[in-house]
């Protein structure tokens, strides 16, 4: 469940969870006169859940991670190659930024779930362009049509506009 790494995540969890709950204290503090609410919790009751959450998930990941580097304190070597997937999928988010408004969703989506797979090691053809295709329409047709946010369609627009 856990992984050797999952320590960096967890101090950051247990940061953000920390900063939450001091955002949540000046928050209620500045609106306690301010603000009349019949809400007994008041303003920050959400961040408050969330900052706790956030510790609570933090405190797991670096417990987790100490009792893996305890029990295997010499794992084997990675291998390498990581960065460069990062990079990579960093570089194909950058091409989807700009190309979004160009090109619109339909055309840029699958594109990318192309790239970001192919980076993580699939290469069965099949799965790729049915998940790119597939994940791409159902998510157009959900923000679309279900919630109506206006997407962009690019040179699709006569058709689909």
């Given amino acids: 469940m856990f992984k050797r790494e999952d320590w ?18 000046t928050l209620e503090a500045a609106t306690m006169n301010a603000v ?13 859940i969330v ?41 194909a988010c950058g091409a989807y930024y700009f190309l979004l408004e160009p090109l ?21 053809a099949l799965r790729i362009l049915g998940t790119s295709i597939g994940a791409s329409a159902v998510l157009f047709c959900v923000f679309q049509y279900l919630l109506g946010v206006n997407m962009p369609l690019g040179p699709l627009s006569g058709l689909l506009g």
Avoid at 8 to 25: C, D, K, M, W
Avoid at 36 to 48: E, K
Avoid at 104 to 124: F, Q
């Fill in 8 to 25: 960096i995540f967890g101090l950051t969890s247990l940061a953000l969870g920390i900063g939450v709950l001091l955002y949540a204290e």
């Fill in 36 to 48: 009349t609410s019949m809400d007994p919790s008041g303003p920050a009751a959400l961040p408050r």
């Fill in 51 to 91: 900052g706790w959450l956030m510790l609570v998930i933090g405190a797991a990941h670096v417990a987790g991670s100490y009792l893996l580097i305890k029990k295997n304190p010499n794992p084997k070597p990675k291998k390498k190659g990581g960065s460069a997937r990062v990079i990579g999928i960093c570089i």
């Fill in 104 to 124: 619109g969703y339909l055309l840029t989506t699958p594109c990318l779930i192309i790239a970001i797979m192919m980076s993580v090691g699939e290469r069965n």
